[in-house]
């Protein structure tokens, strides 16, 4: 057998591992796009590379792995371009019903200052009226009739406690006499009846 001939099978059992090989490395590097989609995570050239345990010139250059991560970081971006504008969405929508929010509660304020000014307006207009028809002579008057019952409740004060104390000595004083007038009619009881008292005296004596 010449030379060409035995090279031949080796020949072809290189390029068949070799394809076996690529075609391996292409199924690690799909299945890597799967599972970065399915995490939301953001795809390139060197979390591919990474991920499948292939080399960067390996997806720049077979053309199916080329084609397969450039769709894949494409999606990748038009979905986060996606989730981006959501995002802002939701930033201003919030943000929205805040200034809404925001709004009717100074719209609330201001009525409710409103209000109040209203009723401060009212108010000093209740005191100039009464301003206005009291008299210099009057608030004088006042004054000094204030002063003067003042010191009528302060001597009423003290007359009060004056005769609370009489009473009290009052009172004492008719317990006192109370006692005297029982003493005097057991002293005439036992003089105008003698055996009585003696026999009183005799039972005490026993």
Known sequence: MTEPARSAPRTAAA???????????????RDTIARLRREKTPVSVAAVARR???????LYTNPD?????????????DQRSRLLAEADDAREATWRERALNAED???????????????????LGRIRDLEAKWTQDDVQRITSENTTLKQR??????????????????RSNLRFQDRRIADLEVRLTESANPDLSANAQSETAH
């Open 105 to 123: 509660a100074l719209k609330a304020a201001h009525a409710e200052i409103y209000g109040q000014r209203a009723r401060i307006g009212e108010i």
């Open 15 to 29: 390029l068949a591992a070799r394809h076996r090989d690529t075609q391996a490395a292409l199924s690690r590097v």
């Open 52 to 58: 499948a345990g292939v080399s960067r010139t390996f």
């Open 153 to 170: 409740v302060r001597q009423l004060s003290t007359d009060n406690r004056a005769l609370d104390e009489r009473l009290t000595a009052a």
């Open 65 to 77: 792995a080329k084609t397969a991560v450039a769709e894949a970081i494409r999606e990748s971006g």
